[in-house]
Structures are given as structure tokens and as C-alpha cells.
């Protein structure tokens, strides 16, 4: 039941920056089927590296008996235009030129991109969405996509992340494109311009993702004899080499700065006048260990939105917890449906 589909579009497409993208295409993926009154869609929004493939990824969530059984829901997530997995980006052929875009592929947004995906949404005739979850820059996503359209999304599921990048996660992000950037090859117009740099640009990645403890607990050497080619060192060159082999300088370079330019708050009177806008019932989860989007990031935005509900997950994991502790998020959505559950049982009530 899960499927693989391609949404292609080809017409002119605008972008926030006032260029425009020659037609595009996105890689999605599905799971499970659209019920009669067409009410039970859960999408969702895919992090930085990630692509639609969620079971790879959130595969504790999705599937037979988990909290997301395709036998009660239709999934549905899209490959990020922008991406590497199947939907237009660097790498694809630029139908003006007939040859890839690589450095001419126009900078993005999230507002962008979200829009992308609402062309898809409606392609697919879907008019409301049950629940719309992410989390990192696919939890960027989300929450622009529900102001957007805060007609269409019933519920929020708004998982380690922001309402706009912090200075601190903007220089994490600078610090990467600086190692891409000294890459010799990256001035080329190639598929595997950057590579090198991108491998140093995954193991910085890596130390915002992760945590002290992370490291402590599985990096550190069991013995005291130890003074050189210590196991944190050959696991950071791993993760640059695990990267390397499935993705690409230009998206990687691409989409940091898509999270860089992340703020719900342009254009519409800063971030407390936007999220006024936001009808969606809503759940922001934090972890208390996250260095990149820090928990206070998440209870700003539970402050400003009534009715939000919020969820610490505890983890030695950092900001890569929202992606290792399922059960715990799972518990967080549970929860929040069943308190909604309650709520609608006393309104129920006291209307008789």
C-alpha cells in the first residue's frame, strides 16, 4: 500500500524572491486510502536530508497497528521541491537549456515550497487535512503551510522547530556552506561539485543534531590507553561519507539557506500577528536536549497560540530525539488526540 507517485507541473511557477522556476515536478509518496469523506489525510513534511519515504524514517509511527495505521489513514509526504529524491532541483535539467540547473537553480523558500505542495494537494483533490506533521525544516513547513491555508488543515503537529531560525542556527548553517565553499571543486558545474566539502559540512551538522551526551554514551573510548584515531573522530568522517553517498552539495547548500530564511513573521507584522492567523488545532513538541532548536522555541510559540497544546520529549539524543524517540512522540499525538477526544464528549454534554 505504500506507493510511489510523481506530480509534475508545467506552468510558470513564482517564487517569493520575484524569479520564477520553468514548471516542476514532486516525488510523493502514499500510504493507505482516502475514506469516503475524504477526512482522514495525515501529511507530512520531511526534515533537511530526509525525502517522502516517512516509514524510513518516522517508520515507528506509520503502518499496521502503530498510531498511523494505513487501514484508518492516507499518508501522504512529498520529496521538498528543491530536493534530490525525485522532485526538481539542482541536479535536474532546466527545460530552458536542456542541461542541469546545479548553481543556477534559483534560491527558495519555505513559503515556496509549501506552495509547491498545495498545488499538489489540490491536484489531488484533497480538501482537508486531518492532521499535517513535521518536524525541523518539515515543521517549518507545516506552520507556514497552515497559515496559509488555515482553512484546509484541522490539525498541527509541529515537531523541533521554530517559528523563525534563531542567529545560532543560521551560523551553524553558515559554518557548513564555509566548508562547502572551500571545496575546490565546488566552483564547477558538476553532480559531485562540493562533495568533499559537503562530507565536512554533515560531521558540523552533526554536533547541532546530537548532544554532549550523545557522544559520551556512544563515542567514547571504553579504555585509557587510547591518543589517536579516537572513535568520535572516525564517526564524524562516517557521517560525511554516509551523506555523500546520497546526496548532493547544491541541495544541501540550498535547502540551509531555506531554513536560514524560515520566518513566519515577514510580511505579516512579525511572528505574533501571523499566528493569530493560525486556525488549526495545534501540538508543538520539544525536546529538552535539543541545542539547534531549543525547547524555548517551541513553548514561545505554545505561549502565543490559545489553546495549544506542548510535549517535552526527554532524550540524550538532542535535536535528532524527535526522530530516535517514537514512542515518546507517539505518546505526544495520542495524547493530544485524546484530550481533543474528551473535550468534544464535555461539549457534547453540556449542549444537551
Avoid at 513535521?134 to 497552515?146: K, V
Avoid at 520529549?313 to 530525539?321: A, E, L, M, P, R
Wanted: proline share 3%; glycine share 8%.
Amino acid at each position: 500500500m505504500l506507493e510511489q507517485h510523481t506530480f509534475h507541473y508545467q506552468q510558470q511557477f513564482q517564487l517569493e524572491s520575484g524569479t520564477t522556476l520553468p514548471g516542476f515536478q514532486l516525488a510523493y509518496t502514499t500510504y493507505g486510502y482516502l475514506n469516503s469523506n475524504r477526512n482522514n489525510v495525515i501529511w507530512v513534511c520531511h526534515a533537511l536530508t530526509g525525502n517522502s519515504e516517512f516509514t524510513d524514517w518516522w517508520g515507528e509511527l506509520f503502518g499496521k497497528g502503530k498510531l498511523f495505521d494505513p487501514a484508518d489513514w492516507f499518508v501522504i509526504c512529498a520529496n521538498t521541491l528543491g530536493g534530490c529524491y525525485g522532485s526538481t532541483g539542482p541536479l535536474s535539467v532546466n527545460p530552458n537549456t536542456l542541461k542541469p540547473y546545479f548553481h543556477d537553480f534559483p534560491q527558495l523558500t519555505n513559503r515556496d515550497i509549501v506552495a509547491a505542495f498545495d498545488l499538489l494537494r489540490q491536484d489531488l483533490a484533497v480538501t482537508q487535512v486531518h492532521t499535517l506533521i513535521g518536524g525541523s525544516l518539515g515543521g517549518q513547513q507545516a506552520l507556514e503551510w497552515a497559515l496559509q491555508r488555515p482553512e484546509v488543515f484541522k490539525r498541527l503537529v509541529h515537531v523541533a522547530s521554530n517559528a523563525r531560525h534563531s542567529a545560532w542556527g543560521i551560523a551553524f548553517n553558515e559554518s557548513q556552506r564555509m566548508a562547502i565553499r572551500l571545496d575546490p571543486t565546488w566552483a564547477e558545474y558538476s553532480k559531485t561539485a562540493g562533495l568533499e566539502g559537503l562530507k565536512t559540512a554533515r560531521a558540523i551538522a552533526m554536533l547541532s543534531y546530537r548532544h554532549y551526551n550523545t557522544y559520551e554514551q556512544t563515542q567514547q573510548e571504553p579504555g585509557n590507553s587510547i591518543t589517536d584515531n579516537f572513535r568520535a573522530s572516525t564517526y564524524q568522517e562516517y557521517q560525511g561519507e554516509k551523506l555523500a553517498g546520497r546526496f548532493n552539495a547544491y541541495t544541501y547548500w540550498l535547502l540551509s539557506k531555506v531554513m536560514d530564511s524560515h520566518n513566519i513573521g515577514r510580511g505579516r507584522g512579525g511572528i505574533v500577528k501571523a499566528l493569530a492567523h493560525l486556525k488549526a488545532k495545534t501540538l508543538f513538541v520539544g525536546v529538552d536536549s535539543d541545542l539547534l532548536f531549543p525547547v524555548q522555541e517551541q513553548q514561545y510559540l505554545h505561549e502565543q497560540v490559545p489553546g495549544s497544546a506542548f510535549y517535552l520529549i526527554k532524550s540524550d539524543y538532542g535535536h535528532d530525539g524527535f526522530l530516535v524517540e517514537c514512542d515518546q512522540l507517539t505518546k505526544a499525538i495520542s495524547t493530544f488526540y485524546e484530550a481533543e477526544n474528551i473535550q468534544a464528549l464535555n461539549y457534547e454534554k453540556h449542549a444537551y
